[in-house]
Structure formats: C-alpha cells, structure tokens
C-alpha cells in the first residue's frame, strides 16, 4: 500500500461502509476489478485511443483509457500511453474534456466520472504522484461543478474523490446513490466499482 494511502485517516471508516454493501460471497475477485470493469467496457476488443480529448469523442475514449487501465498488471512500471495523454491535455481547473454547447451536460459529466475512476484507479495500482494529482484536480472539479447523480446512480469516480479530505462529500453522495440503486437491482457495474475501490486501497 503506498505512503498516501497509508496517511489517510478516514479510509478504514469508507472500507467498511463499502463491504457492508457487498454480498460476503462477492468480494473476492478474480481477475482483479479493474480488469473486469476494463473488458466490460470495451467488450475485449482493443480501441484506439481518438485524436481529441473530447466529449464528441467520448465513447472511444473511455474505451481505449480503461483498455489500458485493464492491461494493468504487476510488471508494469510506467503509465499507459493513453492515461498520459489524458492527463497532459487536463485543463487547470480540473475537467478533462473539450466541451463544446452541443453537447449534453449529462453525458459529459459520465465521461469526466469514467475518466477521473480511471486516472485514480491507474495512480493507486502504479503508485504514481501524476495520476494521484490529476485524479485529485478531476475530483475538485467534480465536486465544483458537477451533479454526479445527475449522470448516473453507479460510483464512478469513487477511487479519486477518496483520495483527498475536500472530496469526500461526493463519496458519501455516490455511495447513497449507490445504495439506493442496489436495492432495486444486482447491478454489476455497480458492484465492480466497489469492489475496485476496495481492491485499489489495499493493494
């Protein structure tokens, strides 16, 4: 576990509240989360990563960041290509995405949550201070200007907000909304994102 994770005093209090919202049977995973949120996502098939950083170029997007999130693995040093680009075109206030008046709010603010679990998911497997740091801006920026339960009811995003004490609202407002939706439905989604946090903070 590294030396951030280590230092924060409120995640032991977030770990628990996580585990108590899993069924005991499904929390131990194989392959990892991560892996299974990246095949999810991309269907198993390899995406090329767009010219742009943009919302028009959205679904490629998130398809080719999280396709190198999930090739992820334990003899991997540096950050995928794909992550450094994202994080060397992040504005100073935090947002990831070109925007242009076209597009739809919600829609945006699903790919700034995707790409901000990402960069924080990428930072903790790898121990990495860039993808810490972007992560954190993405997160100050979503608690700023975004309505996350506006964009959807999974906890995207959870792995970042957690990173940082100012952030921490938005992991008690994804984990009600979370709750809630669980109630209602066995959503896998949902219950991968848990357990990626989960999986990501001890690692």
């Known amino acids: 576990m590294t030396k951030l994770v280590q230092n924060l005093p409120w995640l032991d209090r977030y770990r628990t509240i996580i585990r108590g919202m899993l069924p005991s049977e499904s929390q131990r995973v194989t392959p990892p989360p991560f892996q299974q949120i990246a095949a999810k996502i991309t269907g198993g098939k390899a995406a090329a ?87 954190q801006r993405a997160a100050t920026f979503i608690l700023n200007e975004i309505q996350p339960d506006h964009a959807t009811n999974r906890p995207w995003g959870i792995t970042a907000f957690l990173l940082a004490e100012n952030t921490l609202p938005l992991v008690d407002w994804v984990l009600h909304s979370a709750t809630v939706h669980l109630t209602t439905t066995d959503d896998e989604m949902t219950l991968l994102l848990l357990k990626d946090c989960l999986y990501c903070f001890s690692t």
């Open 49 to 135: 990563m767009p010219e742009t950083i943009s919302a028009l170029q959205g679904l490629p997007l998130i398809r080719a960041v999280w396709g190198a999130v999930g090739d992820i693995n334990s003899k991997t040093a540096s950050v995928p290509t794909e992550v450094e680009k994202v994080i060397s075109h992040q504005a100073s206030d935090g947002h990831l995405l070109l925007t242009t008046a076209n597009d739809h709010p919600e829609s945006v603010w699903y790919f700034e949550l995707q790409l901000t679990h990402a960069l924080a998911t990428a930072g903790l497997l790898l121990n990495n201070q860039a993808c810490f740091a972007a992560a």
